[in-house]
């Protein structure tokens, strides 16, 4: 069968990708921007190319027959009239997004799924449960939204019994499965342009953990969302003694840490005592607190609770903290201006950037960084873009022993490309 991918390159898209040229499909596809992550699909022997024309798309299915296209749900919202949808649709290509064929081949290879799903910590606590099972030697098929030292984004193993999944809830993707575990790491509403209510975002969840055969889950978030401690629900205290046993910097990677060994534990009947070891050895992922160069850290923190957790982490290490923040879509920013205030407390200085503009409501004016910093209260904070004035910037900071944590939540020519290109050797 020749799937081919339209939106390869996003972290939800670019991993399935990879799982089903593992799993023996022929694979190809498309994005509308290059990035570091399509070079390394391309190394992986999927043929991809930048731009979503008929023509290119006619060229693949010509050298052979397309017989599924999975699109990114960005690929729509972008562009309601994207050729490659309506060549599918001229040629009668079976479409779908990705949770069908993912479900496809959970079925198809006899895969129970363990999925991650949550508004903050979802990619460290996938990559933290894949971690634990790949040091326990228990073969395992996975989705994580970021590069890991110790193995891609995506990968099938064929004689794995479980399917670790970072199951986003953008989009309601989420509801497409039925999970043999879930675990919910923090819910806080988000993705305001699908879910026009705080409730209507923490019913989408209600909903996850109704469809899931079992559930872990922390109270503080348990309460929040009205759900009860029951057979198929396992509500962990927010503290306790095996917090205490991981010695991860930072608290979310501590807690997101516990979640994954209690799952984990559930799967393997393995010590918890042994998993928090485990755990500790964790080399951490891709854009979370990722050391760039010395002095210098790029994060994936774009909502106000993910920077007010980035910095918590950042004062573990330094006294002296410098934060970069590239703000996350404009849309966003209509909903979570108003909440930024005190999320840069203790930073000594913070570089305001304009905003990743990705998915937009051309509706919306685009809030200026001037116009978005006026909502922080007692912080240091100057505007800036991406250039080589900031660039000099950032490197004296270095210099003079600061810790400089860039903030960003984009993809390609997003202020992380930006940052290593600048400084990774």
């Known amino acids: 069968m020749h799937i081919y991918f339209s939106g390869i390159g996003g972290a939800g898209i670019g991993p399935l990708a990879l799982i089903a040229h593992q799993a023996g499909f022929k694979v190809s596809g498309s994005d509308s921007q290059n990035s570091q992550y399509i070079d390394s699909l391309r190394k992986q022997g999927i043929r991809l190319h930048i731009g ?24 729509v ?111 806080d509403w988000d993705h305001h342009d699908i879910y026009k209510t705080r409730e209507e975002y923490k019913k989408a969840f209600r909903d996850f953990i109704d469809q899931s055969h079992k559930t872990f889950i922390f109270k503080k978030d348990a309460d929040y969302l009205g759900i009860k401690q029951s057979k198929s629900v396992t509500v962990l205290p927010d503290n306790g003694e095996l917090l205490e046993q991981i010695k991860l910097v930072g608290i979310h990677n501590r807690q ?23 755990a500790c050895k964790y080399p951490g992922s891709s854009r979370r607190f990722e050391k760039i160069a010395n002095g210098i850290y790029s994060d994936y923190a774009h909502t106000p609770e993910e920077i007010k957790a980035t910095m918590q982490m950042a004062r573990e290490l330094s006294d002296n903290i410098v934060a970069v923040y590239e703000p996350l879509t404009n849309r966003r920013q209509h909903y979570m201006r108003e909440q930024y205030q005190e999320v840069f407390k203790g930073a000594k200085k913070v570089y305001w950037l304009p905003s990743y503009l990705a998915r937009e409501d051309p509706n919306l004016p ?37 810790l400089v944590i860039c903030m960003a939540g984009g993809g390609g020519g997003s202020l992380d490309e930006w940052l290593r290109e600048q400084f990774s050797k």
Request: glycine residues 4%; proline residues 5%.
């Open 52 to 75: 979503q024309t008929e023509a290119q798309i006619a060229k693949e299915h010509e050298m052979q027959p397309i017989d599924w296209i999975v699109f990114s749900s960005a690929v």
């Open 366 to 402: 685009v809030l200026t960084p001037e116009e978005l910093i006026k909502y922080l209260k007692d912080t240091d904070v100057k505007t800036s873009i991406k250039s080589p004035g900031l660039a000099r910037i950032i490197e004296k900071h270095a210099k003079d022993g600061d």
């Open 77 to 187: 919202i972008d562009n309601p009239n994207n050729e490659e949808m309506a060549f599918a649709k001229k040629h009668k290509i079976k479409i779908s997004k990705r949770d069908e064929l993912l479900n496809s081949i959970l079925e198809q290879k006899d895969l129970k799924l363990v999925a991650i799903a949550g508004t903050h910590g979802k990619t460290t606590t996938t990559a933290l449960a894949v971690w634990l099972l790949k040091e326990l030697d228990i073969p395992v098929s996975y989705s994580v939204g970021a590069k890991t030292i110790f193995g891609p984004m995506g990968q099938y193993n064929p004689v794995s019994k479980y399917f670790v999944y970072e199951c986003d809830e953008f989009d309601r993707n989420f509801l497409s499965f039925e999970p043999e575990i879930s675990i919910i790491t923090v819910v």
């Open 256 to 278: 997101n840490a516990k979640i994954a060994i209690s799952a984990v534990a559930d799967i393997t009947k393995k010590p918890l005592s042994e998993l928090a070891k485990i």
